[in-house]
């Protein structure tokens, strides 16, 4: 029996690494420059966590989650998102408080039942960061400049910010007022979950991934018109910051986010060489989710964006990410003893700094020496029974081509690759 991975989950290898290991490192610096620190919140949580905090009816909830009975009777489901994890870990360890802001980063594999194609998955990974502990708009800026700045790093172009308010509970149903009458007219026309949607959670329906639906909404009057005092002039100031950071966007008024616990600020972040799925990064403001959680009044703001869409854009707009590995030194041995010693050998080497390979199989000189060429090996090692006899080693410097014998102690060989080395790097 052959065995696949599950439809909607892949395997990460060879030169696609290297990508990972790039958007790993430059988002780590970029956070740790922002004093963000890492949470690294369990892989799967109570079910109830995503049902109170992403919201019943989002699709998330409703269509998307792994959710299963473990074999305690408790009902847990593999985290579709990171946002209410952070949320229920801050509380949980009392992180945020005192009037102080609070900044973690997150990241690894979140899961969702979704119908897989090019650049979704049902196993994908995300990085997020969560600002938590205060309602300044100055923080949703901060927000969008780290996501900006991240993607510019990794040289990333053809990006728009799309930017848009949910309101919050004061001015919500005034929006929600506004669509229902937006979409009245067309309602029979939308397919049967919007049909729900329109009673139980109106905003909802902008999700809908149906792209029938999609054409309705073409023409929707702006959200950011009938806000409160208090969310207008958030949004408004938002918009001064970003001006001022040199930050573009453009005002969206059908971007809602499918989780419910936004307010205020949503947006997402968007590539124009992903096709389909061309949002790569999304988030937003959540006042209310602390105290959904059972936490206190804690304001919050945070994004997360896509791993796997990230490395694809990266290559779509043919960005390298190469990691060499060139062996510093290939050790090629003739016989048993001389394995023996070439084995300790590369390890002393290797606990110095050093790269190094050894041929594992009894192969002839000239095999070992053809594969450290293939290797692209700095130098080879030689080790045989004479130079055993003898307390020496051959060591050939494969780039000029020049060989010396050095006495076989581990301080003397090293000195002598670190100089191929250091020389080669001129
Ligand atoms: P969300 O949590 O839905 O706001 O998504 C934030 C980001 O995660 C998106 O902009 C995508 O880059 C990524 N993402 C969300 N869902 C998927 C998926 N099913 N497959 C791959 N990436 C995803």
Redesign the pocket.
Known sequence: MKYKAPRGTRDIYGDEVAYWHLIEKVSLELFQSYQYEELRTPIFEQTGLFCSGIGDQTDIVSKEMYTFEDKGGRSITLRP?GTAPVVRAAIENRLVGNGKVTKLFYRGPMF?Y?RPQA???RQ?H?TGVELLGSISPLLDAEIILVGTKLFSKLGLDGLTVHLNSVGCPVCRPVIREQLKSFIQANLDNLCSDCQTRFDKNPLRILDCKNDKCQKYFLGLPSSTKVLCQDCKDHFNFLIEYLEAANIEYTIDSKLV???DYYTKTVF?IRSNVLGAQN????GGRYDNLFKQLGGSSISAVGF???M??TVIAMQEQGIKAEEEHTPDVYIVTLGHPAKIRGFVLLDFLREKGLEGKLSEEDRSLNAQMKSASKANAKAALILGEDELEKGVAIIKDLKKREQVEVELTGDKIYESLLEIKRKGAN
């Open positions: 998102e969702r979704e650049g979704r998955y994908f995300q986010r499918g989780l997402e949002a790569i990064c999304g997360a964006f896509g796997e869409r």
